[in-house]
């Protein structure tokens, strides 16, 4: 299994960016895909998780209705579109994927399996 972030980039306040993660070595419909991010001296922390059995999304509270997940089967693909961004959003931004569904514990790292290596997202004017 292998992840690929890409898109991260320095923003200024407001802005927005579209993070992309491409997978090679399984069967990606099969999947749930989150996404986490990591801050400087800060745990690993959910940011969204989109199912894989009926594309139902999960966003931790401190995005909801600036970000959205999404995902393009036919082409391997999982995006997280973000808006309105925050010098708090600052962080390396991961995708990783587990079996099934999201479930309620989404936002809990140990429960993901394979983790991409991280694209850095910085808000700063």
């Known amino acids: 299994v292998q992840l690929v972030e890409s898109g991260g980039g320095l923003v200024q306040p407001g802005g927005s960016l579209r993070l992309s993660c491409a997978r090679s070595?399984?069967?990606?419909?099969?999947?749930?895909i989150g996404w986490f991010r990591q801050a400087p001296g800060k745990q690993r922390a959910g940011v969204s998780c989109?199912?894989?059995?009926?594309?139902?999304?999960y966003y931790a509270d401190s995005v909801k209705g600036r970000f959205s997940i999404s995902r393009d089967n036919t082409k391997n693909m999982v995006f997280l579109q973000m808006n309105s961004l925050k010098p708090e959003d600052t962080a390396v931004y991961y995708c990783?994927?587990?079996?099934?569904?999201?479930?309620?514990?989404?936002?809990?790292?140990?429960?993901?399996?394979?983790w991409g290596q991280g694209t850095q997202v910085t808000v700063s004017s």
């Open positions: 070595g399984f069967a990606w419909r099969r999947y749930a």
């Open positions: 990783t994927v587990d079996v099934g569904d999201c479930g309620s514990t989404w936002y809990v790292e140990r429960k993901w399996d394979s």
């Open positions: 989109i199912n894989n059995s009926d594309g139902r999304t």
